[in-house]
C-alpha cells in the first residue's frame, strides 16, 4: 500500500484503507475511436451508416476532453432502421433456437478477444459495466435460447423490440434489456444514451461479427429521449421497453400514449435506497459496505443510512475512522457544488452533524465524502437527494420504526440489511416494499435474479425467467393488431361530462329495480344522490335504475380497500381458497336471479345466461384452486449466499370491466385480483351493469372481509379519472373506449401504476390493445360455445409470480449470507 511500508498488519486492519488503484489506460479503445474518426455513425442492417447533413452530440469524458461525436437520428433514418430490424427479425426468428444459442456463445469468444477495448471504452464513456459481467450475461440468456421452447412452450416473440435508456443510464442496464429480447427471437433496435452511445456501437459491431444476421440488432443515436417517442411512432415496432431515470420515462410515457404500443418502465437511476443496519449486525463490515455504496463516484441510486440508537456510536466512530483520508469525489458541474452547498448548509440548521473525510474546498467541482448524522425523514435532502458524496443518517429504535424509515421514500426500488440475526432479517426484508432486498450485502446483481421495483420505481420485471415474458406473445393470440395514431385529447377535461339528467325513480309496485352499488362491505347509493337508466340496446322503455357513482365513492372504496388489504394477503392460500370456494358456491346458489340479470337486456338467451352463470362459477373454483399454487423458491446464485424469490400482491386494483360477458369477465378478474391477495375496485359496464350489481347478493353471502371487493357504477370516463389520479391504486385493468386508452397512458406515471388497457368498439368487441408501463405475459383461452370466450389469466395482478404469471411486476429478491 502506497505510504504504508512501516505500517503493521494490525494497523491496516484497524484503517482498511484501500490499496493504490491500478493505472488506466486507454490506448486500445482511443484506437478504435480513431479508426472511425471519433465520429460514430448509426449502426443500420449490420455496418455503420453516416447520413449527410445530420446533427451530431459530443461525449466528453471526466476531464472535459472530447471522446467522440455521435450522429443524431432523423425520422428517415428511423423509418429505415425499421425495414431493416423486420428483415433481420425474419431472420433470426427463423433460426433454430440451438442456432441462436450458439450465436450468443460465439460473442463470448468475441468478448474475450476485445475485453480490452471494450472495458476501456466503458471507462471513457463512464457506462459501467465490466466485460466479465457481460460474458455472464451472454451466458445465462444464451442457455434461454437454446431452451426457448422447452420451457416456455406456446410462446412467439413480438417482433422489433425498441430499447430507450438515458443518458445517466449504465450498460449492464442497457444489455439486460437487449439480450433477453435476442434470446426470445426479436430484433432489436437500441436507442442508447450520452454514456452507452458508444459502448452499443461497439458491442452491435461485435454481435454481428459474431453471427448475428444483419438488422437483427441495430442502434439509433440521438440529441434526447424523445427520439424514442420517433421511434415508437413506427407501426413496425412492436414493443418498447425503457430504463432510465423516471423523468425521462415519463415524458416517452407521455409522448406514446395513444399511439397503441406497448412501453415498459424501469426507472432504476435516481432511486432512494435504505441502507438499514441493526445493533446486531457486524459493524465493520456494514460500514465498509457503507463506504462502498455510498461514496462511488458515479453513483446510480442515492443511499439514506438507517441506524439503530444503540449502534450510532458505534457506527459514526467507525465511519470517522474509515472516512479519514478519502479523496473528493468529483461532481458531475459547478452547479452540482450549488445543489450540495444547498443541502449541507439546511443540514447543519437542522442541527445534523457533519462527518467528512476532509475539510471541503470553498469552491470547484469536487466535494468530499459526508455523512448528515441526525437527519430527519422529512428533510429535502432526504427526500430529493441531489447529486454528491452525501449520505444522510437517521435513527430508529426498533423493527417497526426501520421499516416505516426504509418505506418512507417514493421510491421502492431496494434495500440493504445489516444484521446477524437472520429471523429479523427475513420478517424486516418482507415488511419493506422494495423489489429487491440484500441481507449483509448489497448492490448484488446477476441476470438470475428477477429485478424490479415498488412505488416509482417501475413496473417492469427484467432479470430470471420472468422478465423473459416482456419480449413474448402467446402462440395461441393473433398477431398484433394494426398501431393507431393518438386522438386529439384535453386531458383536463376527459371525464368532466355532465351527468345525464337526474332520474326520480317511481316507487310504484310497477316502477323498475333500483340497485346499490357496493363500497366497504356494505349496499348503499351514490354520495351524488344520483341514478341512471338502464335500457336495452337500441332504447327502449327503462329496465332499471342503477347508481351514478363519482370521485367520492372511488375515494370512499379505496380507503376501505387498503385498511383490509394488508390483512387478507397476510392469510394463509388455504383461507383465501375457502372464501373463494365459498363465494362460487353461493354464485351456484343463486344461478336464476344471476342469470336473469344478464338475460334482462335481451343480449343473451335464457339458457346462455345460465350457461355463463355455470361458467363463472366455475372460474372462481379454478382461482380458488390456484391460491396455494402460486410459490417463489430459491434462485440460482452464480456466488456464496442465497436468493428468495417472493410473490407479492401489488396491493389495491382497480377493474374497469368490458361491456360483453359481464358476469364472466367480472369474476375471471375479481378471482385473479382476490385469489393473489389483492383488494380490488371494480366499475361495472356502462352498458351491462345488472350483472355485477345484481352479484352484490353474493358477495354479502360470502366471508370476504368488509372492503376486499367494491363495485361502483356510474359513468365510465368519470370513475376512469378518479381510479387514474388515485395513488393508492396500483393496477388498472381497463376495457373502454380509445381517448380512455390514451388518457390512463398519459396519466398513471405519478406513481407508476400497472395498466392493461383494451380498447373496444361499441359492440363490445376489441379491437386494439394497449399495455402501458409493463406488459401481458400468459394467458390461457378456454372455449364455452360459439358465441362466448374469455380469458383465463393465471397469476394477474401478482407481483413476482412464476413462469405462469401474466403480470410479474416486481420479484422481491434478497441474498442472505
Known sequence: ????????????????????????????????????????????????????????????????ANVCSTVCAVEDDVSLCASSAVNGYKAWSGMTCYSRAKVLLRLVSSLGQHTKCVL?????????????????????????????DTLITNWTPLGVVAVVVSDDCSLYSLILKVLPALAMGNSVIVVPGRSTAAPALLLAQLFVGAGLPAGALNVLTGSDIMLGATVAQDPRISYITYCGNKQDGVKLCKATAGMGVPISVSPCIGATCSFIIFESADIDSAVDGVIEAAFKKKKEVHWVLCVQESALDSVVARLSLRMSGMKCVGLSSEADRVLVDAAVQEAQQQGAKLVQSCTAAPSGALYPPTVLCGAAPSSSFVVNPCPGPLLPLMTFRSNTEAVTLGNHSPHGLAASIWTEDLTLALETAKSLSVGSVWVNSHSVSDPCLPVSGHKDSGTCTDGGQ?????????????????????????????????????????????????????????????????????????GGSVLAYCPDGGR???????????????????????????SLYSLAKNLESKKKDMAASLSIQGTLSAEEAENEVDISSARLSDWAAYCDKLQGGSLPMPQSGSA??????????????????????????????????????????????????????????????????????????????????????????????????????????????TLRLFCQTDDGQRVNLYTAISVNKKKKKCNVNANLRAHVVPGLFVIGANALSDVTSVTRSFRVV
Open 1 to 64: 500500500m502506497a505510504g504504508s511500508a512501516t505500517k503493521t498488519v494490525y494497523d491496516i486492519f484497524q484503517s482498511m484503507e484501500y490499496g493504490p488503484a491500478a493505472v488506466s489506460s486507454t490506448v486500445t479503445a482511443q484506437a478504435w475511436l480513431d479508426h472511425h474518426s471519433r465520429s460514430l455513425g448509426l449502426f443500420i442492417d449490420g455496418k455503420f451508416v453516416r447520413p449527410a447533413d445530420r446533427q451530431s452530440r459530443s461525449l466528453t469524458d471526466s476531464k472535459g
Open 120 to 148: 476501456e471504452l466503458c471507462e471513457l464513456c463512464e457506462a459501467s459495466c465490466s466485460p466479465s459481467t457481460l460474458v455472464r450475461l451472454l451466458q445465462y440468456y444464451s442457455s434461454w435460447a437454446q431452451l426457448r
Open 466 to 538: 420472468e422478465g423473459l415474458y416482456q419480449f413474448l406473445r402467446p402462440s395461441c393470440c393473433s398477431c398484433p393488431l394494426p398501431r393507431s395514431s393518438p386522438v386529439s385529447l384535453d386531458y383536463t377535461k376527459f371525464g368532466t361530462a355532465a351527468s345525464p339528467a337526474i332520474i326520480v325513480p317511481d316507487e310504484s309496485a310497477s316502477s323498475p329495480k333500483s340497485y346499490l352499488q357496493f363500497v366497504g362491505g356494505k349496499a348503499c347509493k351514490a354520495e351524488s344522490g344520483c341514478s341512471v337508466a338502464v335500457q336495452p340496446p337500441g
Open 552 to 578: 367520492k365513492d372511488v375515494r370512499n372504496a379505496v380507503e376501505a380497500a387498503s385498511k383490509v388489504q394488508p390483512g387478507w394477503m397476510k392469510k394463509s392460500p388455504s383461507a383465501r381458497a375457502q
Open 644 to 753: 428468495l424469490s417472493i410473490p407479492e400482491a401489488l396491493g389495491v386494483v382497480g377493474l374497469v370491466l368490458p361491456d360483453k360477458n359481464p358476469l364472466l369477465s367480472m369474476v375471471t378478474l375479481l378471482g385473479a385480483a382476490i385469489a393473489t391477495g389483492n383488494a380490488v375496485i371494480m366499475v361495472p359496464s356502462q352498458k351491462n351493469p345488472l350483472a355485477a350489481l345484481a352479484f352484490i347478493q353474493v358477495l354479502q353471502a360470502s366471508d370476504l372481509p368488509a372492503g376486499l371487493v367494491n363495485i361502483i357504477s356510474g359513468s365510465r370516463d368519470q370513475l376512469t379519472v378518479a381510479l387514474a389520479n388515485h395513488s393508492v391504486l396500483k393496477a388498472i385493468w381497463y376495457w373502454g373506449s380509445a381517448e380512455g386508452c390514451q388518457y390512463l397512458q398519459y396519466s398513471c406515471t405519478c406513481p407508476l401504476k
